[in-house]
């Protein structure tokens, strides 16, 4: 039998327990294998396909994680849309940890990391001014409005590369700029999605503020992982939301973000 799903969740292991009737797929893709074997199961109505970014046993540091072959896995499989929860800093602060932002932009600081699917045969220059799905931000929003989130409609993911935190320094720069939060995967996932004309939603956890929002030792790793711990479920309990409200007729500008570019390669 042939397995598809129609949405993909890109998330932290504890997303297992999302899916009912669950059943592990290896899939093999010409970017090499994705983070981890990819689980596809049930939620609501829905085939949901899920795929923990950094493996099941968290072995791949944010700039090492398979993202090309995590989200060409995903498309092969028949996805379409992503819903992909991530825990992030702010650099305001009135949004405190415990705050659910959907951003509207990005902005990239990574370095070296393989960020298209077209590096050779032509030129494939993909537009990317807004790079989320505006139906999926919005259903987003209002899901967490519903579910009793402090919850923030709008502002700019930062994506440094990661893996030690920023300086105070960084940290203030970024947040003179205007940036509202800050991650380390956010990119090259999104572009890799809009490079295969996938819909993708973010929903960023605020943990912690970052170094230069407030005095104290700043930002560590182990005050990251056991907020979003204790949000685990409730988070989990927001991506099934959104995901059972999620329609498969693609209203929005996602499916078209090929439209009159000729590509050097097949898609799956």
């Known amino acids: 039998m042939v397995m598809t799903a129609d949405i993909g969740v890109i998330g932290g292991s504890g ?42 046993d968290h072995r791949y540091p944010p700039h090492r994680i398979p993202y090309r072959a995590n989200l060409w896995a995903l498309r092969s499989l028949g996805v379409r849309q992503v819903v992909a929860p991530s825990a ?20 990239d600081r990574t370095s070296g990391r393989e960020q298209t699917y077209y590096e ?3 030129a494939v220059h993909v537009p990317f001014a807004d790079p989320y799905c505006p139906r999926g931000r919005t259903l987003a929003y209002d899901k967490a409005v519903a579910e009793g989130w402090p919850a923030v409609d709008g502002g700019t993911l930062v994506i440094i590369e ?3 935190f920023s300086t105070r320094a960084e940290s ?24 295969l004309a996938l819909c993708y939603t973010p929903l960023a956890l605020v943990t912690d503020h970052d170094a230069g929002v407030e005095t ?9 992982l056991s ?23 693609r209203t929005c500008p996602c499916p078209d973000a090929l439209a009159g570019i000729p590509l050097p390669i097949a898609l799956p």
């Open 227 to 249: 907020f979003f711990a204790a949000n685990s479920q409730r988070m989990r309990t927001l991506v099934g939301a959104v995901i059972t409200d999620l329609t498969l007729d």
């Open 172 to 195: 203030k720069w970024f947040s003179s700029n205007g940036w509202s939060i800050i991650g380390m995967t956010g990119h090259p996932e999104a572009v890799l999605a809009r490079e």
């Open 88 to 107: 992030v800093g702010s650099l305001r602060a009135d949004y405190g940890p415990g705050t659910l932002v959907i951003p509207d932009q990005l902005v």
């Open 120 to 122: 050779s045969g032509g």
């Open 216 to 224: 104290g030792e700043g930002v560590t790793q182990e005050e990251v």
């Open 15 to 56: 997303f297992y327990s999302l899916l009912e009737d669950a059943k592990e797929i290896e899939v093999t893709t010409p970017y090499g294998p994705p983070s981890d074997i990819i689980t596809v199961g049930q939620i609501g109505d829905h085939s949901v396909a899920f795929v923990p970014r950094h493996g099941r």
């Open 162 to 164: 990661g893996p030690r």
